[in-house]
């Protein structure tokens, strides 16, 4: 591992690693930002990709060359590379998380990989800064369980998707609480379930 990772903890066992480097810029993360990511990261990128293929569950989830993609949660950015890869050159990822620490993980990952069709963005789900009606996929993977207010979240994401346009959303709720959940304010109808990811369309004004 990098030298600049240090253990918080030491004498107690690793409980997080974080980035110490001169280069990292965590100025608007705080403490709590830093654990919270930095247990996040050992998980998903020590431990995940042994049991997760982002590509195969990406391709279930709806991804298509060419889309506008909108990630909310991205985390590590596990999913976002994959994510940019699938949309292609005419294709835009949006990667948003609320953890300073995670956006900014995310930015050095996308600088070193060179791509230039996705960003990441630190924001909260419920307000993204995105146009209305500009994204044509959107995905939650791992990310339900952490919404205060999923009801204002959902109106946000019904808010930027254009008429067409899916909600990807893989969550440890039973795929029924989540359909009712998710329908419940009359702005998405489930469209199909797959193996761990439940898709919704979004419905036009007079809720088709
Ligand atoms: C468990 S991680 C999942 C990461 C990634 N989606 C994955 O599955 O690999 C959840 C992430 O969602 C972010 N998050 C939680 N609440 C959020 C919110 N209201 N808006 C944006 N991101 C949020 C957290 O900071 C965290 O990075």
Known sequence: MDESYQSLRPESGIIAMINTSPEANFARATKYDQVHFGVIRIVHECLY?????????????????????????????????????????????YALDINPAAVEHVRRKITRTGLGNVEARLADASETGLPSQSIDMVFLFGVMQAFKDVSKVLREMHRVLRTTGTLSIRSGVPADKLAQIVSADGLFAIRERTRGVSIFKKKDADGL
């Open 49 to 93: 990709g042994h049991f997760v293929d982002p590509y195969r569950l990406l391709t279930q989830a709806g991804i298509r060359d060419g889309q506008q993609v909108l990630e909310v949660g991205c985390g590590p950015g596990f999913f976002t590379l994959p994510a940019a890869k699938i949309a292609g050159e005419t294709g835009y990822v």
